[in-house]
C-alpha cells in the first residue's frame, strides 16, 4: 500500500523586482510533481540546487503552502486540512534538514529541544517526557547525559543524531530527509547513513531522501526521482536506473560523478552551461538548452511522462515519433 | 604542526585536516600575530617565511596563486569583474590599462566564458557559482603562475558543474604546466584530478604517495577508513564501514600520540605514548603509523 501518494504538486513563488516590487515575476519552483511511496520504502530524490527538490519536501509537508496539488498520507488529503487536524497529521510526517548548526535552537538544551514536540502533542507528565527523551537520545546513538547540554557542544554529526531524535520524537511514518549527510565529513557521514538504515528496519520507516549525492542515494534508496527545473525527469528502481538511465539529463549526471579510483578516470559526458533561470524556463523540455542530443521537437513541445515496467521518463527520444 | 610537502613539478594535492590552514601558510595570508609560525617554507628555494610583506606581494597572485571554496565571498562584490582582474594585471606586469584589458578578456575566453566582453563588465552578484569560479580561476591564472593553490574549488558546486571546472583545471594544466596542489575532502575529484596525494589528519601527515599506490593499497588506518566509509555506486552493501567517534579539536590534540589513536581499531597502548616515525614504503608512498613503523619520533 503507498503510504504517501503525491499528484501534480505545484509551487510558484512570486517575487517582486526592480524599485519598491514594480514588476513581478514567477519563480516556477515546482511544476507538476507527482510520485508515490510505499510504506517502508526510500525514496531518493536526486538533482541540482534550483531543481526544486527542497521546494518539493517542504510542500509536501506543507511548511511551504504549495500552490496546487493533492499530498495524500495513508489516504488522507493532507492539503486539504487545516487547523487542529492538520497539526494532528503533521505528528506523523517529520523533517530532517541539512544544516545541523542552523536547525538546532541554540538557546534550547538537547532535552528541551526533544521534548517540545511531545509537549504539543499530548505527553503531560514532565518525567515521562524526559524519560523518552533520553531513549531517542540513546536510540541515535547518543549518551542520555547530553540532555542538559547546548547545542555548541556537539560537533556537526552528533547534532544531526539530535536533529534525527527529534525527527522521531512523535514515532512518525514518514520522513522526509533534506540533505541530512551533505554538510558532514565522510567518515561521519557514513555513521549517519548507517543510523538511517538501522531506524527504518527497527522502525519500519518510509524515507523520501533529498539529496544532490547520486551515490549517497544509490546507497540508501529503494527506488529514485530524478528532478530538473522542478519536474521529474525520469524515476525508476534504483538499479535500474544506474544500469539504464534513459534520459540525457540522468545519463549525465551518473557519469559526472568521480570515481574513487584513479586507475578508471574516464571520459566524461560533460554538459556545458548552466541550469536555467526558474523565472523564465525555457519552452519545451526544461533540459533542451543543455542536452547534447537535441532535437527539433525539443524546442517547442513539452514531452509527455512515459512508463515501461516501472521506469518512467520524459523525453522525446523516447516518445512515438 | 608539522607539514613536510616537497613540490615538484607539476601538479599534487592534499585532503584531510589542517589543509586550508597549511595552504594559507603558504600564501602567508594569517591575520598577523595569530598563528605561531615555523619552520621553512620554501618556494624556487627561496624561503617564503623570511620575506618582507613588499616581496610577498610579488609572489603572491603572481608566481603563486589561489582559488577559494566560495567564490561568491572571495570576489568583491562592489567591482566589476574586469575591474578585479587588470587591478592584478596591473599590478604585477608593466602594461597599459588597455593591454591589460585585453589581456583579461583573453583569460576569461580561455576558461571557456562564451562572451567575455559581456562578463567583463557584470558584477560578480550576476554570474552563477559555476561562472563565479571560472572568473576566480581567470582571475589566478592571469599571471601565469608557477604555482595554483586551489582549496576546495568544487565543493559549492553541483556534480555537473564541478565536472566542468575540473576539466578547464585539467585543460590549464596541460597548457601552462603550472603545478597545482588541489585541496578537497572529496576522495573522487582526488582519483580523478591528482598524481600525487598527500593525507592530512588532525594537522598532521599521516600518508603520502602517489594516486595509484595509495588508492589501490591504502595503508594507514584512517586512509583506509576513508576508503572504506564512501559509499560506492558499483557493488551495495546494507551498512557502510564508518570510522567511529570524531575529529578531535585542535584545543585537544595530542602532541604526544598519534592522533587518530581514539579512533583506530588498531590502536596499542604505543599508539598513545609516542608519536610514530615516517616509514617509506616505496620512493614515493610513506606512512606514519606504528603498524609499519615500530620507532617513534623522538621529541
Known amino acids: 500500500m503507498n503510504l504517501l501518494e503525491v499528484e501534480n504538486l505545484v509551487k510558484h513563488f512570486p517575487v517582486a523586482k526592480g524599485w519598491f516590487g514594480r514588476g513581478k515575476q514567477t519563480v516556477y519552483a515546482v511544476n507538476g510533481v507527482s510520485f508515490s511511496v510505499a510504506k517502508g520504502e526510500t525514496l531518493g530524490v536526486v538533482g541540482e540546487s534550483g531543481s526544486g527538490k527542497s521546494t518539493m519536501g517542504r510542500s509536501v509537508l506543507r ?18 486540512l487545516n487547523g487542529e487536524n492538520l497539526r494532528k497529521a503533521r505528528k506523523h510526517m517529520q523533517m530532517i534538514f541539512q544544516d545541523p548548526y542552523a536547525s538546532l535552537n541554540p538557546r534550547l538544551t538537547i532535552g528541551n529541544i526533544l521534548e517540545e514536540p511531545l509537549k504539543y502533542h499530548g505527553v503531560e507528565k514532565k518525567n515521562d517526557r524526559r524519560e523518552q527523551a533520553e531513549r531517542l537520545l540513546r536510540e541515535v546513538g547518543l549518551d542520555d547525559s547530553y540532555y542538559d547540554r547546548f547545542p555548541f557542544q556537539f560537533s556537526g554529526g552528533q547534532r544531526q543524531r539530535v536533529g534525527i531524535a527529534r525527527a522521531l520524537a512523535l514515532n512518525p511514518k514518514l520522513i522526509i530527509a533534506d540533505e541530512p549527510v551533505s554538510a558532514l565529513d565522510v567518515s561521519i557521514q557514513a555513521q549517519v547513513l548507517n543510523l538511517f538504515v538501522k531506524l527504518q528496519e527497527t522502525r519500519n520507516l518510509t524515507y523520501v531522501f533529498i539529496s544532490h549525492d547520486l551515490s549517497v542515494v544509490k546507497h540508501l534508496c529503494n527506488r529514485i526521482a530524478v528532478m530538473y527545473l522542478g519536474e521529474i525527469v525520469e ?46 524556463p525555457p519552452a519545451g523540455c526544461p533540459f533542451h538548452t543543455r542536452c547534447p542530443q537535441c532535437m527539433d521537437i525539443c524546442k517547442k513541445e513539452h514531452p509527455a511522462l512515459l512508463t515501461q515496467s516501472g521506469h518512467q521518463t520524459s523525453c522525446h527520444l523516447y516518445g512515438k515519433h | 604542526m608539522m607539514i613536510r610537502i616537497a613540490l615538484h613539478n607539476p601538479h599534487q594535492l592534499i585532503s584531510g585536516c589542517g589543509k586550508s590552514i597549511t595552504a594559507l601558510s603558504i600564501m602567508n595570508l594569517h591575520t598577523p600575530g595569530r598563528f605561531i609560525m615555523d619552520g621553512q617554507i620554501l618556494f624556487a628555494g627561496k624561503n617564503l617565511l623570511q620575506l618582507t610583506e613588499k616581496e610577498m ?26 575591474m578585479q582582474m587588470t587591478e592584478m594585471i596591473l599590478l ?37 557559482g559555476g561562472m563565479r569560479q571560472r572568473v576566480m580561476i581567470a582571475m589566478a591564472m592571469a599571471n601565469h603562475p608557477q604555482l595554483l593553490i586551489a582549496d576546495e574549488p568544487t565543493t559549492a558546486l553541483d556534480v555537473t558543474i564541478q565536472a566542468q571546472i575540473l576539466d578547464l583545471m585539467r585543460t590549464l594544466r596541460q597548457q601552462t604546466g603550472a603545478s597545482i596542489l588541489l585541496i578537497t575532502h572529496d576522495l573522487g575529484v582526488v582519483a580523478e584530478m591528482c598524481d600525487r596525494v598527500i593525507v592530512m589528519y588532525a594537522g598532521r601527515i599521516v600518508e603520502q604517495g602517489m594516486a595509484q599506490e595509495l588508492f589501490a593499497d591504502p595503508k594507514h588506518p584512517y586512509t583506509i577508513g576513508l576508503l572504506q566509509s564512501l559509499p560506492r555506486l558499483n557493488g551495495r552493501k546494507k551498512y557502510l564501514d564508518d570510522i567511529p567517534g570524531n575529529v578531535p579539536a585542535p584545543q585537544h590534540y595530542t602532541h604526544q600520540a598519534c592522533r587518530f589513536a581514539p579512533r583506530c581499531r588498531f590502536a596499542t597502548a604505543l599508539c598513545h605514548k609516542a608519536q610514530p616515525g615516517l616509514r617509506q614504503l616505496s620512493d614515493t608512498h610513506g606512512v606514519y603509523c606504528f603498524l609499519w613503523n615500530k620507532e617513534p619520533i623522538q621529541a
Open chain 1, 63 to 80: 511548511l511551504i503552502e504549495p500552490t496546487s496539488g493533492r499530498v495524500r498520507l495513508e489516504g488522507v488529503d493532507v492539503t486539504s
Open chain 1, 235 to 280: 524515476m525508476a528502481e534504483c538499479e535500474e536506473l544506474f544500469r539504464h538511465p534513459l534520459h540525457p539529463y540522468t545519463q549525465a549526471l551518473i557519469r559526472a560523478i568521480p570515481v574513487v579510483d584513479p586507475a578508471q578516470r574516464r571520459q566524461r559526458l560533460i554538459l556545458t552551461g548552466d541550469i536555467p533561470s526558474q523565472t523564465s
Open chain 2, 57 to 82: 606581494i610579488h609572489i603572491r597572485g603572481n608566481q603563486i596563486s589561489m582559488i577559494f571554496q566560495e567564490p561568491m565571498v572571495s570576489l568583491n562584490p562592489v567591482y566589476t569583474i574586469g
Open chain 2, 92 to 128: 604585477h606586469q608593466k602594461v597599459s590599462k588597455k593591454q591589460a584589458k585585453e589581456q583579461a578578456l583573453g583569460q576569461l575566453k580561455q576558461v571557456a566564458i562564451a562572451d567575455p566582453q559581456d562578463i567583463f563588465y557584470r558584477y560578480p552578484y550576476e554570474l552563477s
